[in-house]
């Protein structure tokens, strides 16, 4: 069982780390089709691209943050609640 | 098809010949999750490499040069740079990432990519100064996290199926018969070498092996299109490498790291409950429980599937198939 129940977390984990990528997307689609309305330059090209690289980074620390949260609060967590029964 | 059974049927038989030359050339690892630490050849992914490269040629031969002699190319050089490590010892981990950007050359001067990669709800994008940038950058992230996952019997091979058959059945469903076969190829290579790498694995694949696998993985999603399915499929990949990067705090060799992610005790992988050691896949199976490796690598491939099938999702729901 709790072979299955890491499984299970880890596949939890990936799902809601699939969504917030898919929201960060949705971020990016809305900051882009507004500055596409504006007179296209260079630099309105470069800080599409900058911004889009600061939300995949942010995406990224996220990603990694609730998976350290996930780790030492949700799997172990349940082992020491376990001993401690 | 007659490139997919050649390299899969390739595969299979020279196996044996690359586990011999291995021995021979005392090309080896311990295989340290084993109580009696078997000495074991890392030569098979020599095996894969000729393999999959014969498949290769035919298919260029067959339908033309443009998309298999990039791949070919690309996976040769990763695979160069893994069998050094292979043959003498680890290239400096700061090194290794600024080689592996050479493996991204072929596809880059043969132009063998479209700058305008599809994103969800935007559509496709125009990427022109920008998408070559990635594509340097793809080759080092990719091949390592394929490597990076190359730590229990068939892991690696067992890991890196789920994307082939997501690749395979997009391009199915698109009609590319070309980019189907050179998923196919890749596949039947992966499932030949199969028997040969799973517990008790009689060979390693090697660094040659993974960084080719990587680095085939890469070239086909950047010349399929695919860029966005293969960034989810790949998440158990790309989050174990980079849990290990963050967690260690930059790119350091594993030999150098003190603590391990996972101990073994009697032949069972148990985490480390230490909070300064590398977050890494295995150690979030293995959180709280021991588990024998044959059922922690069926795991790795289990949250692989579930990630290839996200990918898939992905692309068929909100890419427009």
Same mark, same amino acid.
């Given at each position: 069982? $709790? ?7 880890? @596949? @939890? ?29 260079? +630099?309105?090209? @470069? ?9 995949? $980074?942010?995406? +990224?620390? $996220? ?10 609060? +949700? ?11 | ?41 890392? &030569? ?8 999959? &490269? ?14 298999? %002699?990039?791949? %070919?190319?690309?996976? *040769? ?21 600024? *080689? ?8 880059? =001067? ?46 690696? #091979?067992? &890991? ?8 395979? =059945? ?9 980019? #189907? ?47 966005? /399915?293969? %960034? ?24 150098? %790291? ?12 148990? /985490? ?7 977050? &890494? ?41």
């Amino acid at each position: 069982m $709790g072979l299955a129940r890491n499984i299970l977390m880890i @596949i @939890i984990l990936l799902t809601l780390v699939w969504a917030i990528f898919l929201f960060a997307s949705y971020v990016i689609t809305v900051t882009v089709l507004y500055t596409l309305e504006l007179p296209g330059d260079t +630099i309105t090209s @470069i800080a599409r691209v900058v911004l889009g690289i600061i939300i995949a $980074g942010a995406w +990224i620390l $996220g990603w990694y943050k609730l998976t350290k949260l996930w780790l030492y609060k +949700i799997l172990l967590a349940g082992r020491r609640e376990n001993h401690s029964n | 098809m007659l490139e997919a059974i050649v390299s899969g049927l390739l595969t299979f038989f020279l196996a044996p010949a690359a586990i011999i030359l291995g021995r021979r050339l005392e090309v080896v690892g311990v295989d340290i999750h084993k109580p009696w630490r078997p000495i074991v050849p890392k &030569t098979g992914g020599l095996a894969i490499i000729l393999g999959a &490269t014969a498949g290769m040629i035919l298919g260029a031969h067959a339908s033309g040069f443009q998309l298999f %002699i990039p791949v %070919i190319l690309s996976c *040769l050089v990763a695979a160069s740079i893994g069998l050094v490590e292979d043959l003498r010892e680890e290239i400096d981990p700061r090194l290794k990432p600024l *080689l592996l950007i050479f493996a991204s050359l072929p596809v880059l =001067v043969l132009g063998a990519y479209s700058p305008r990669p599809l994103i969800p709800f935007l559509g496709k994008t125009r990427l022109y100064r920008v998408y070559p940038v990635l594509v340097m950058a793809s080759y080092p992230v990719i091949c390592n996290a394929v490597n990076s996952l190359d730590v229990l019997n068939g892991s690696a #091979l067992l &890991t890196s199926i789920p994307f082939l058959i997501m690749s395979s =059945v997009i391009f199915y469903m698109r009609g590319d018969l070309q980019l #189907l076969i050179l998923s196919l190829i890749f596949l039947a290579a992966a499932v030949a070498m199969l028997p040969y790498n799973m517990y008790p694995a009689r060979t390693f694949i090697g660094n040659s092996g993974s960084l080719f696998i990587g680095a085939g993985i890469t070239s086909i999603a950047i010349m399929g299109s695919i860029e966005v /399915a293969a %960034i989810i499929a790949l998440m158990p990949q790309i989050m174990n490498e980079m849990y290990v990067l963050f967690s260690i705090r930059g790119l350091k060799s594993a030999k150098n %790291i003190g603590r391990r992610p996972v101990v073994v005790e009697n032949g069972m992988l148990a /985490a480390s409950e230490d909070p300064d050691a590398p977050i &890494t896949l295995l150690r979030m199976i293995c959180a709280g429980i021991k588990v024998d490796e044959r059922r922690a690598v069926y795991a790795m491939a289990l949250i692989s599937a579930f990630a290839a099938f996200l990918g898939f999702l992905t692309h068929i729901l909100l890419l427009g198939g």
